[in-house]
Each structure stands twice: as structure tokens, then as C-alpha cells.
């Protein structure tokens, strides 16, 4: 089966840096993707990591380990505008024409304050 | 850009009655369309891959004949609820892969809001 875990909320200052944890066993993989959705709204991507390594993106950067079913998400300069939940996806099955489809964690709802 | 436009936004409608939603890809090809449903303080969970020119592929417990999916053009799928119910009350996104990028992410649409009284 499919599992991706990843913490359910944090809580981070403004100016700080946050990272985010998520870990995964799923039958396949052909790369890993994080996701910020704010209440209300569809998500918007971030970043994509295929090979293990970091993946620098302005403020935010991505992190994988595939020998560890490891990824996490670093933030930072946080800002109040941050605040939002924070998908980590696994591309694994194949769903034909060429395509992979995402598998989401639950999110994590990241709070930030002043 | 790779530019995912859904509508509607938001629908309100009476039990009983069909909704369709239609999802875009206004700059891109996309063969493949995936259909998710999000309930409150839940993440997103897929209902079904559109490919275009052939049968969707839903995944297990979402009932085919009750979310029609049609797949009619390499930009265009639909997604009709069916006798709608209260339980259906739900936020509806759609999102599509580029066929010619090849970093596979998928960009989303808008969402839709679906209340049914």
C-alpha cells in the first residue's frame, strides 16, 4: 500500500526557519513533490526532487534520501503570508499515457506568528 | 505557463440534481486529467485518472456511475455528480500533467466548491 507521513501542524516565528518532515513507503516512486495550499484554495507546486540531494528554490528548499523514504521542506525568512498547510506527494503509480499519479500526505498546517 | 482553469467555482444545489464541472488546460496538451475531492481539514484524495480518448480509471470505493468523468479532448475533461447528495458536499479540483514537460508535476485548477442542500 501507499503511506506518507508528515506531521500535522507546526507553529514558527516570523524571520525563523521551519522544516518540515515527510517519510514514505509507496510501490512505486518516480519522484516526490511538495505542494503549498492555503484554506480554501487548490494547491500550488513548490518543488520536485527525483534524486536524493537538496533542490534550492529562493526560500525554499527540498531535501531527499530515496534509501530513506525521506524528504522535507526547509523554509526560510519565514513570513506571515507562510502560513498554510504543506502537501508532501509521491509520484508512483503509473495511470497510462506516459503519466504518473500523485499520492498526498494529510498535509501539515503550518502556523506562522509575530 | 502551464495554466489549469475549472468551473465552477462554487455551486449550490438541491439534492437530487446533476453537477458538472469542467477542468481546463488553457496552454498545454494534457492526456491525462486527475480528479481529487477534499473534505474539511483533510488532504486531497484522488477520485479517478482521465485519460483522453478512453475510460477513466476510478480508484476503489468511488462509485463510476455516480461521478461521470468524460475526457473528450486533449484540453478538456468533465466531471458530473449525479444525483447528488449532502454527502458529495465537498471541494472538487481537478489537475493535469504537461505531456511535454518532463518534471511531471501537476498543476491544479481552481477548485470547485460544491454544496448540496
Known amino acids: 500500500g501507499q503511506n506518507i507521513d508528515q506531521p500535522t501542524e507546526m507553529t514558527a516565528t516570523e524571520g525563523a526557519i521551519v522544516q518540515i518532515n515527510c517519510t514514505y513507503q509507496t510501490s512505486g516512486f518516480n519522484g516526490l513533490f511538495w505542494y503549498q495550499q492555503h484554506a480554501g484554495e487548490a494547491p500550488t507546486f513548490l518543488s520536485y526532487n527525483v534524486l536524493d540531494g537538496l533542490e534550492e528554490k529562493g526560500r525554499f528548499s527540498s531535501f531527499l534520501s530515496r534509501s530513506k523514504g525521506y524528504s522535507y521542506l526547509l523554509l526560510k525568512e519565514l513570513q506571515m503570508k507562510d502560513s498554510a498547510s504543506y502537501l508532501c506527494?509521491?509520484?508512483?503509480?503509473?495511470?497510462?499515457?506516459?503519466?504518473?499519479?500523485?499520492?498526498f500526505g494529510k498535509g501539515t498546517k503550518l502556523s506562522v506568528i509575530p | 505557463g502551464a495554466v489549469v482553469s475549472q468551473h465552477p467555482s462554487w455551486v449550490i444545489c438541491k439534492s437530487g440534481t446533476s453537477v458538472k464541472i469542467e477542468c481546463r488546460s488553457l496552454?498545454?496538451?494534457?492526456?491525462?486529467m486527475f480528479w481529487y475531492r477534499q473534505f474539511p481539514k483533510q488532504s486531497l484524495m484522488l477520485m479517478a485518472t482521465?485519460?483522453?480518448?478512453?475510460?477513466?480509471?476510478?480508484e476503489q470505493g468511488v462509485e463510476k456511475d455516480k461521478f461521470l468523468i468524460n475526457h473528450a479532448s486533449l484540453t478538456l475533461s468533465t466531471l458530473t455528480v449525479t444525483s447528488a447528495h449532502p454527502e458529495d458536499s465537498s471541494f472538487y479540483i481537478c489537475s493535469a500533467r504537461n505531456r511535454d514537460r518532463e518534471t511531471g508535476e501537476l498543476f491544479f485548477g481552481e477548485g470547485s466548491r460544491l454544496t448540496v442542500l
Open positions: 496552454d498545454f496538451q494534457a492526456t491525462t
Open positions: 506527494a509521491v509520484s508512483d503509480a503509473y495511470s497510462g499515457a506516459g503519466s504518473y499519479q500523485l499520492t
Open positions: 482521465s485519460n483522453e480518448g478512453s475510460k477513466a480509471t476510478y
